[in-house]
Nanobody
Framework: QLQLVESGGGLVQPGGSLRLSCAAS????????IGWFRQAPGKEREGVSC????????NYADSVKGRFTISRDNAKNTVYLQINSLKPEDTAVYSC??????????????????WGQGTQVTVSS
């Protein structure tokens, strides 16, 4: 019943922007920390950003600091990742994940309990 669905990916030119969404169904996100991860073909999944359930704590990978912004709208049961100033190396499948630990905000893969299927982001000219 618990499900996360990502959307908002697509093809963009370098320097462009997208707004990724992570929508929950079957549960409310109010009590879950959420992380965003990405995985390029042939590479390990890496943490991009995370946000605690309250929204008070956020974290970003060094490679995206200053370019990506995570936020949540618990009333809409959705977490967003605004990705700006995109580079070709940002190309990956972006997935969101939920942790039952509401105050968690780490970028490690194994700290999260539920995962969405991902949305493709391709940055190319």
């Amino acid at each position: 019943q618990l499900q996360l669905v990502e959307s908002g990916g697509g093809l963009v030119q370098p320097g462009g922007s997208l707004r990724l969404s992570c929508a929950a169904s079957g549960f409310t996100l109010d009590y879950y920390a959420i992380g965003w991860f990405r995985q390029a073909p042939g590479k390990e999944r890496e943490g991009v950003s995370c946000i605690a359930s309250s929204g008070g704590s956020t974290n970003y990978a060094d490679s995206v600091k200053g370019r990506f912004t995570i936020s949540r709208d618990n009333a809409k049961n959705t977490v967003y990742l605004q990705i700006n100033s995109l580079k070709p190396e940002d190309t990956a499948v972006y997935s969101c994940a939920a942790s039952i630990l509401p105050r968690l905000c780490v970028l490690g893969v194994y700290e999260y309990d539920y995962w969405g299927q991902g949305t493709q982001v391709t940055v190319s000219s």
